[in-house]
């Protein structure tokens, strides 16, 4: 059983950036392949990024690529996303999950962060 505890977030301007964090406990961390997925309201959770295993392969959705840079550091158990060129429109609550295969599909991903808040707005 993985359990996954998200930091981060929060208010930013158009334009500026923040970078969230996922830290994980209770399996062997660097087997899993992760995840980030966001839910604005009234929409459907969608994915944003993926990562392998290792590290060595990343995968994004095209409405934040070039501008979210997803990665992992093994030896702290952590995978993080950096957000930068933030619009209103990614304004959305963001989850990190873990999965058994690097997948961009969220029912692959069987264990899911709290949630964390972004919000950008002038």
């Known amino acids: 059983q993985v359990q996954l505890v998200q930091s981060g977030g929060g208010l930013v301007q158009p334009g500026g950036s923040l970078r969230l964090s996922c830290a994980a406990s209770?399996?062997?961390?660097?087997?899993?392949?992760m995840g980030w997925f966001r839910q604005a309201p009234g929409k459907e959770r969608e994915f944003v990024a993926a990562i392998t295993s290792s590290g060595a392969l990343t995968q994004s959705a095209d409405s934040v690529k070039g501008r979210f840079t997803m990665s992992r550091d093994n030896a702290k158990n952590t995978v993080y996303l950096q957000m930068d060129s933030l619009k209103p429109e990614d304004t959305a609550v963001y989850y990190c999950?873990?999965?058994?295969?690097?997948?961009?599909?969220?029912?692959?991903?069987?264990?899911w962060g709290q949630g964390t808040q972004v919000t950008v707005s002038s």
């Open positions: 999950a873990a999965s058994r295969i690097y997948s961009i599909r969220r029912s692959n991903y069987d264990y």
């Open positions: 209770g399996g062997t961390f660097s087997s899993y392949p």
